[in-house]
């Protein structure tokens, strides 16, 4: 699909400078229109690095903190892999994994992903520093990013959060009622505000090490 015109991006633009500034209802540090956080060189289970800024501009992007062990985000990557072929030309999507257990090592994500042929980047940051800047707390947690901007001057394209938390109501495909992420997704599409912009994504805690503090 072609990029959307100059009206388009200003009613977007327009909804984003004004939804910017606190922290969202259930995420504690992003809210919606707030600038993307961007990972740079993470691993991936294809053997590459891939950094944000390597997207096309011109595509939203869908950012899932997910891993191998949650028997949730597992429950997820069917429709994981159907939303990134139905968008594809689109729509980005990215897996990251911050988990550190043996279970969610980059070396099983890889056995994982060739296992189930995923279409998507799978990428691990151990550090896990992405999710914490993301505010994200469980896996699977969704975030919708919109277009990259131009720039200004030296300044690297942005993106802005767009929707953020489950892809949709139920875990079981069989009790979908609602599909948050799909909605949207299709709402950025036509240049229009998501319907919903928050929701609480159910599913494992990520496992986050205790970070020590310093004096």
């Not at 388009?8 to 633009?13: D, F, N, P, Q, R």
């Not at 327009?14 to 540090?29: D, H, P, R």
């Not at 919708?144 to 942005?158: C, F, K, V, Y």
Request: negative net charge.
């Amino acid at each position: 699909m072609q990029r959307r015109g100059a009206g388009v991006t200003a009613i977007l633009t327009i909804f984003l400078v004004a939804s910017g500034g606190e922290s969202g209802e259930y995420n504690q540090v992003l809210n919606i229109g707030d600038p993307a956080p961007a990972w740079v060189d993470l691993p991936g289970t294809d053997g590459r690095t891939h950094s944000l800024a390597d997207l096309p501009p011109e595509e939203f992007v869908v950012v899932v903190f997910t891993c191998n062990s949650c028997p949730v985000a597992r429950d997820y990557e069917d429709r994981i892999m159907e939303f990134t072929r139905r968008y594809a030309g689109r729509a980005r999507m990215v897996a990251i994994n911050v988990n550190t257990i043996a279970e969610d090592r980059l070396d099983k994500m890889i056995e994982r992903a060739a296992a189930r042929k995923f279409n998507f980047p799978y990428l691990f940051d151990e550090s896990q520093q992405i999710a914490r800047r993301y505010g994200a707390t469980g896996t699977p947690e969704f975030f919708l990013l919109s277009r990259a901007s131009e720039g200004d001057g030296a300044a690297a394209p942005s993106r802005t959060i767009l929707y953020m938390g489950a892809m949709d109501d139920h875990s079981m495909t069989t009790q979908v009622t609602k599909q948050y992420l799909v909605d949207a997704l299709e709402a950025a599409l036509a240049g229009k505000q998501p319907p919903v912009g928050e929701t609480y994504a159910h599913g494992c805690r990520i496992r986050f090490a205790r970070e020590r503090r310093t004096e």
